[in-house]
């Protein structure tokens, strides 16, 4: 009932840019905080920066100063904003959000279908 569609993956030189964006839609009541994760090869998935509803944030001590996450309520869409790539930040990157469906009585994590990011020259 509840979709989360990821954009704005690609290939990007060292240095650059590229903003990814998420919009959830379906059945929804409420969202509460929503965020980013990536999984490189062989590696977890891991946090890369999250948002509450108020526009409190928090990022991995990898991104900070390079990423900046932000959303728009209105659009149930959640973005990230990344700068100065680097080769590391290669990954499937993942939207996620805490989400009460109409028909429910709670809250639930929900996730997108990943969107690949690779930092190469």
């Known amino acids: 009932q509840v979709q989360l569609v990821e954009s704005g993956g690609g290939l990007v030189q060292p240095g650059g840019s590229l903003r990814l964006s998420c919009a959830a839609s379906?059945?929804?009541?409420?969202?509460?905080?929503m965020g980013w994760y990536r999984q490189a090869p062989g590696k977890q998935r891991e946090l890369v920066a999250r948002?509450?509803?108020?526009?409190?944030?928090n990022y991995a001590d990898s991104v900070k100063g390079r990423f900046t996450i932000s959303r728009d309520n209105a659009k149930n869409t959640v973005y990230l904003q990344m700068n100065r790539l680097k080769p590391e930040d290669t990954a499937v990157y993942y939207c996620?959000?805490?989400?009460?469906?109409?028909?429910?009585?709670?809250?639930?994590?929900?996730w997108g279908q990943g969107t690949q990011v690779t930092v190469s020259s």
């Open positions: 996620n959000a805490n989400i009460k469906e109409r028909s429910s009585l709670w809250f639930r994590e929900y």
């Open positions: 379906g059945s929804i009541f409420s969202i509460n905080a």
């Open positions: 948002i509450t509803t108020g526009g409190f944030t």
